[in-house]
C-alpha cells in the first residue's frame, strides 16, 4: 500500500469525479483509475461503482473519508517527528525571554552553527523545569538568588547570560498626567498574575514598598510581559518590564522610568544545556561568544 493511494481517494472523494481529481494529482485519467483500483484490491472492496457514467462513489469510500484523512495526517506527522528528532533542538523559554534575548542569540549561533535547526516552546517558569525534563535540550529562563532550578550536573550545565532588571515605567502621556510621585497619591499598576515568577519577585523586593507608600488601583493582572507593554503604551498604568524589551521606548522617550520612586528588581538570565551532541555544541558557542564580549 502506499500512501498517496490513500490521498488519491481522498482527492476523490473531494471531487467527486475521476477526471478532475486527476487533473488535481497531476496525473492521466488512466494512471489515475489504476492507482485506486490498487487500493481497492489492498483494502479487499470496491470504492467506486463504475457501472455508472460518471462513476459513483460506493458508500464503503464514502464512510473511509474521516479516518483517511486522520491516517494521513498522522503519518506526515510521524515523519516530521522523525526527521526532528534526528537533526532538531528544542529550547525552552520563558515568554518574555523568547521575546527579548532568544532571537539575537540563536542569530548569533547561526552564524557559527548554519547547521543548526530548532523548535522553541515557550512557557510559564513553573513549567519550564517539566518541560527540560521532558523534552526539551536547552532552557532559556530567569533566576534569581532564592529562585533557581536545581539541576544535577550530569542533567545540564549552567552558563549565565547577563544581568536583567524589571523596571517600572508608563507611557509619556500617563506619566505626564501623574506627574511628580508623591507618596499617598493613587497609582494604576499594570500586574502580573498572581502567583507566577514575575509575580513572586516584584512581592519579595520593591512592590510591598509601593503598596505601603502609594495607593494602588490593580487594573489588570497578566502572566505576559508583552500584553503588559502594550497596555503600558496605551497609557492604562505602571508595568514593570524588563528592560531590554522596553530600551527602544525608554530611548526614544515614549515611555518614562519611574524606578528613582518605585524601585526595580534583579533577575539573572541563564541559559542550561545538556552536555551532548547538539545542544552541547550551542551551548559551547554561546560560552564562547559571552568570553569573546569580556
Known sequence: MELKWLEDLLVLLEEKSVTRAAVRRHVTQPAYSRRIRQLEQWLGVELVDRSTKPVRIRQSGLALEDEVRDLVSRLYALRNRVHESLDRVTIVSQHTLAISHFPPLIREV??????????????????CEALFYNEADLLLCYQTENR???????????????????????????????????????????????????????????????????????????????????????????????????????????????????????????????????SGRIGQVIAQMLEAKA
Open 148 to 278: 533557581q532550578f536545581q539541576f544535577s550536573e550530569r542533567l545540564a550545565l549552567k552558563l549565565p547570560l547577563a544581568q536583567e532588571r524589571l523596571i517600572p515605567v508608563a507611557s509619556k502621556r500617563l506619566a505626564q498626567q501623574l506627574g511628580e510621585l508623591a507618596p499617598g497619591m493613587m497609582l494604576p499598576l499594570l500586574m502580573y498574575q498572581r502567583g507566577g515568577f514575575l509575580a513572586e519577585i516584584l512581592a519579595n523586593s520593591c512592590l510591598p514598598d509601593v503598596i505601603r507608600d502609594y495607593r494602588v488601583e490593580a487594573v489588570c493582572e497578566s502572566a505576559f510581559s508583552a500584553s503588559l507593554k502594550e497596555m503600558v503604551l496605551a497609557d492604562m498604568g505602571i508595568a514593570w518590564l524588563a528592560g531590554e524589551i522596553i530600551e527602544r521606548e525608554l530611548a526614544s522617550g515614549e515611555c518614562i522610568s519611574f524606578e528613582p520612586w518605585l524601585g526595580s528588581a534583579d533577575l539573572e538570565i541563564v541559559l542550561y544545556y545538556r552536555n551532548e551532541s547538539q
Open 110 to 127: 547561526k552564524k557559527q552553527l548554519p547547521e543548526v535547526s530548532y523548535r522553541v516552546v515557550t512557557a510559564n517558569y513553573e513549567e
